[in-house]
């Protein structure tokens, strides 16, 4: 009996072994466009610039009573190569030398990515 059980195990694990084995190597066709076909987006250039030259707009929503206790430490405009329009990402840091980030539109709104 003992024969028969061992057997009986190597057969259905070798039967296991070769349904695996045909599953790994299925071809399934792509979807996806080739790479050649991809447009490639371009990546925003980023210019350090200070905070003397950000729009009034934007200088007039920092002013606001939640960001008193702010300092401004760095300030980017990003250029969007798509539609021409730029973002402000405008870097802070509290007395407690916590950092934040805010970005702006050029109207002064706060912007969300």
Not at 29 to 45: D, G, Y
Not at 81 to 97: L, R, S
Request: proline share 4%.
């Amino acid at each position: 009996m003992n024969k028969a059980a061992v057997l009986l195990l190597a057969l259905t694990l070798s039967g296991a072994c070769a349904l695996e084995a045909n599953a790994q190597y299925s071809y399934v066709p792509s979807t996806q466009a080739p790479l050649a076909s991809m447009r490639l987006q371009e990546a925003p250039a980023k210019q350090h610039i200070s905070k003397e030259e950000l729009p009034k707009s934007i200088r007039k929503a920092l002013k606001s009573d939640v960001l008193t206790v702010w300092e401004v430490s760095d300030v980017y405009r990003i250029a969007d190569a798509n539609d021409g329009k730029a973002t402000y990402e405008v870097y802070f840091i509290n007395a407690e030398h916590n950092r934040a980030i805010a970005r702006y539109d050029e109207h002064g709104n706060s912007v969300t990515d």
